[in-house]
């Protein structure tokens, strides 16, 4: 149990265009499902907390109008890079927070790799 | 500050012992947490430790958890060629919303 998947797996897309990644929680429902970025040979960084039903929190320095983040259902939260420029490429890794199942725990989607040209 | 930090190498050669270190910040943390990430791969929960025990061994894994020094380490007995990957620890940042904070990572490389 406790499975998150992300789609697309990867995608790559021109500088100055939209994209949307979707993370879902497949066999349970996650009130709180977390965005990280991992860049190449670096740890993950989390990006923002995201609530089913409210505004996400961003951590500082994350652009809240730039990294778009959705929490429509307990099942599914979405992240999208408006505007995405180069420097955006990097491993996007969501999460969901599953804490009747054990521990707490996270449990982590397969990650999303982005290259944007 | 937040700071979880990892030495970032270690090699075994196969069937060695592996124990990866781990220093952690937050002393209010009520679990920390073993992942393993596969090259190009998600994140893989291993193991966790609640912060109120010393030990906790889940088949060829050991997990040893210091309070006072604020010290966790993650030992693999008979480490395999498949054990290579990058291992992270994390600990649960006080606070409501459970927030994860990540160790840099230890890349683990086994020698046949």
């Known amino acids: 149990g406790a499975v998150v998947s992300q789609h697309p797996s990867w995608v790559i897309c021109k500088s100055g265009t939209s994209v949307k990644i979707e993370c879902r929680s497949l066999?349970?429902?996650?009130?709180?499902m977390f965005w990280y970025r991992q860049f190449p040979k670096q740890s993950l960084m989390l990006m923002a907390t995201?609530?089913?039903?409210?505004?996400?929190?961003?951590e500082q320095g994350v652009e809240k109008d730039k990294f778009l983040i959705n929490h429509a259902s307990l099942t599914l939260s979405t992240l999208t890079v408006t505007s995405a420029h180069p420097e955006d490429s990097s491993f996007y890794i969501c999460?969901?927070?599953?804490?009747?199942?054990?521990?707490?725990?996270?449990?982590f989607g397969p990650g999303t790799r982005l290259l944007v040209l | 500050g937040e700071d979880v930090e990892q030495s970032l190498f270690l090699s075994v050669r196969e069937g060695d012992s592996s124990v990866i270190n781990c220093t952690y910040t937050?002393?209010?943390?009520?679990?920390l947490y073993w992942y393993k990430q596969e090259p190009g791969a998600g994140l893989q929960l291993l193991t966790y430790?609640?912060?109120?025990?010393d030990m906790k061994q889940d088949q060829r894994l050991t997990v040893l958890l210091n309070k006072k020094d604020k010290h966790l380490s993650l030992r693999i007995a008979d480490t395999q060629t498949g054990d290579s990957a990058i291992y992270f620890c994390?600990?649960?940042?006080?606070?409501?919303?459970?927030?994860?904070?990540f160790g840099t990572g230890t890349l683990l490389a086994v020698q046949p």
């Open positions: 066999d349970f429902q996650a009130t709180t």
């Open positions: 999460s969901a927070s599953a804490p009747l199942i054990r521990g707490e725990t996270q449990y």
């Open positions: 937050d002393s209010s943390s009520t679990y």
């Open positions: 994390a600990e649960i940042y006080g606070g409501a919303t459970n927030k994860l904070i």
């Open positions: 430790i609640f912060s109120n025990m």
């Open positions: 995201s609530n089913e039903g409210s505004k996400a929190t961003y």
